[in-house]
């Protein structure tokens, strides 16, 4: 069945298939015995094994087209069933989606059944879910994850780590022998230590902002539709930064930094460790071994025994600071209490209706659209409508 199919034009013979694999379910059109009180109905044990809820709900409301009773309180949507002149309800409730059945007698054997048929639809009919999630992904009609906050926390955790073994190391520097030419052991070590914690720091930095450069441009109305933002994220890391950011006078200094930053240190962790400054390889020459660089180019390598300036650790986190305090200033201020303190999602609808672009303007109004939508959020987890 995945390779017969051509959409949209086999919408109906997939419908008929489909219809042919669950038979003897159908819908429960009509049917007065239909159970209407849901405080009499029952939860049967095989609904626990129901496929996720909005794959039962595209098979059967989606593309069958059985009816939905629609939304109740505490029930998103409840779909009535009818197997062998017997009447169940598919209904996806606070607690989770379930198969129910009329209480005054024992149903389990064909809630089994009725299960099984319908995991065999949903196994068969995946290439239309992958139609379907086509047509979403074009449209402004979804929700982006936020997940700004934790990954920001990762960032911090190796960032006190580091601050924490640097006061250790000048601790200790200054209750040695200043006369040393050769720092202890102890210090060699966690100078070593915090190294590691300095490279951590900067990779999880910069795994930030590759997320939040996507939700800043979703906020600015950069990009509006499930496609751009797909593209964006396989983009480079400079291409997030000029949609997210206008690299002003002030700004300039800090990318350039950054792309240095990010090309000799984090570049260094990602792809194989061969050296800071590119330094891959060593010629042998009749003094001595020479260092190679390769410097990043993006069509073909050219290879030199020039390095380039080396910014040091310590330098790297004072900058990636600084820039930290630059992105949430000015203009962006409001973008900080959506994408790093409200943990809502980025809605691209928002974005293509210019909602996101007037919130953005004050802090204020930002703050507004913050808690109206925290509402809304609160009564679609609760069910409450």
């Known amino acids: 069945m995945p390779n017969k199919y051509t959409f949209p034009q086999d919408l109906e013979k997939l419908k008929q298939d489909v219809l042919n694999i669950i038979f003897p379910i159908i819908p429960a059109n009509g049917v007065s015995s239909a159970p209407k009180d849901f405080m009499k109905i029952q939860r049967t044990n095989a609904g626990k094994y129901l496929p996720q809820h909005y794959l039962v709900y595209f098979l059967l409301k989606d593309l069958l087209g059985f009816d939905n009773y629609g939304r109740s309180e505490k029930v998103a949507w409840s779909i009535p069933i009818d197997f062998k002149g017997k009447v169940f309800l598919i209904e996806h409730r606070k607690m989770g989606l379930g198969l129910f059945a009329s209480h005054e007698q024992n149903k389990e054997e064909e809630a089994k059944k009725i299960i099984q048929l319908i995991n065999k639809a949903v196994g068969k009919i995946k290439p239309y879910f992958n139609w379907r ?45 200043t006369a040393a030419l050769i720092p202890s052991p102890q210090v060699l070590k966690l100078n070593k230590q915090k190294e590691w914690l ?6 999880a930095f910069f795994s930030w902002t590759e997320h939040v450069f996507i939700h800043l441009a979703i906020l600015k109305g950069k990009i509006t539709t499930g496609n751009q933002v797909a593209k964006l994220a396989l983009d480079d890391w400079q291409s997030k930064f000029k949609l997210a950011i206008d690299i002003t006078d002030g700004m300039r200094p800090l990318y350039d930094h950054l792309c240095i930053i990010k090309e000799q240190i984090r570049n260094y962790i990602t792809h194989g460790a061969f050296g800071k400054k590119g330094e891959a390889f060593h010629f042998h020459s009749p003094i001595g071994a020479i260092p190679v660089f390769i410097p990043k180019q993006k069509e073909e390598f050219q290879f030199s025994f020039i390095q380039k ?35 809502l999602p980025s809605i691209l609808s928002l974005a293509n209706d210019g909602t996101y672009v007037k919130a953005m303007k004050t802090p204020e109004k930002m703050e507004n659209l913050i808690d109206r939508l925290c509402y809304e959020f609160d009564n679609a987890s609760n069910m409450d409508w």
Do not use: C, M
């Not at 929700?143 to 640097?166: A, G, M, P, T, W």
């Not at 300095?198 to 990779?203: K, W």
């Not at 040091?312 to 600071?321: K, L």
């Open 198 to 203: 300095a490279l951590a720091t900067i990779d």
């Open 309 to 343: 300036a080396e910014i040091q650790d310590d330098e790297a986190i004072a900058i990636i600071e600084k820039f930290i305090t630059e992105l949430w200033s000015g203009s962006r201020k409001p973008a900080h209490l959506y994408i790093q303190e409200s943990y």
């Open 133 to 177: 999630a086509s047509q979403a992904i074009n449209s402004p009609y979804l929700n982006v994850e936020n997940h700004s906050s934790v990954i920001f926390e990762r960032y911090h955790f190796f960032l006190d780590q580091y601050k924490s073994i640097l006061k250790t190391i000048k601790q200790l520097k200054n209750t040695e022998d």
